[in-house]
């Protein structure tokens, strides 16, 4: 069954500094990959998508993620953290089979705190 | 933009009590979701529906059932409602698309049942 996993549960950064969440996902052909972003009450917000092209794909609020077939993975990335990018994010991947018409499946989430 | 909104934001209810929790989509999606949220278990999927009418269950419908009368309507029912149903909930919205299409979260219900 696909899965995806995100190892870190919390991290924290300092403001001003380079921010890589990781995401791994298990699945044998290219998977549609996904970042949301959940700020403190309230709904998931889509960073980013990755659907097939180019491996290195930008996202709003100065996002980006890599996908790296070899090593199924989906890292995100912004070389700059801001105090207003604490939050949730999740790491997503499409459901591949026969009857799948849309699911996705999440990962638990990483918790994002970021110090003054 | 799409917009997904969800009746309340916040619900409290008793034990027993029958809850309604509905979710509303302006973009004309075919598919719709429930998922609850809860801390360390990440946003798991209760029920989901492609079409008018139609339903799937997710990882978790136990305990809950669902209706999808009007396309962009999507409703979750607690028949009973437990304490271990307090929870974040939160509906979305996609066009289909074999391998995963982007869903469109509304802003979550934060249900707590005394």
């Known amino acids: 069954a696909q899965s995806v996993t995100q190892p870190d549960i919390h991290i924290t950064v300092s403001e001003g500094a380079s921010l890589e969440l990781r995401c791994n996902y298990s699945y044998g052909a290219t998977p549609y990959l996904f970042w949301y972003v959940q700020s403190p009450g309230q709904g998931l917000q889509l960073l980013l998508k990755y659907f097939s092209g180019d491996t290195l794909v930008q996202g709003i609020k100065g996002f980006e993620a890599e996908f790296k077939r070899s090593q199924s993975s989906f890292n995100l990335r912004k070389p700059s953290v801001h105090w207003s990018d604490a939050a949730e994010y999740f790491c997503a991947v499409g459901e591949q089979y026969g009857g799948s018409q849309g699911n996705l499946i999440f990962g638990k989430g990483t918790k994002l705190s970021v110090k003054p | 933009d799409v917009k997904v909104t969800q009746s309340s934001r916040y619900l409290v209810k008793r034990t027993g009590e029958k809850v309604f929790l509905e979710c509303v989509q302006d973009?004309?999606?075919?598919?719709m979701f429930w998922y609850r949220q809860d801390p360390g278990l990440g946003l798991r999927l209760i029920y989901f529906?492609?079409?008018?009418?139609?339903?799937e269950k997710g990882d978790i419908p136990e305990g809950y059932s669902v209706s999808r009368e009007k396309k962009e309507r999507f409703s979750l029912i607690l028949e009973s409602a437990s304490t271990n149903q307090t929870s974040m909930y939160l509906c979305a919205s996609s066009i289909p698309g074999q391998g995963g299409q982007p869903q469109h979260f509304g802003d979550g219900t934060r249900l707590s049942i005394l």
């Open positions: 529906s492609y079409d008018v009418k139609m339903k």
């Open positions: 973009m004309d999606h075919e598919n």
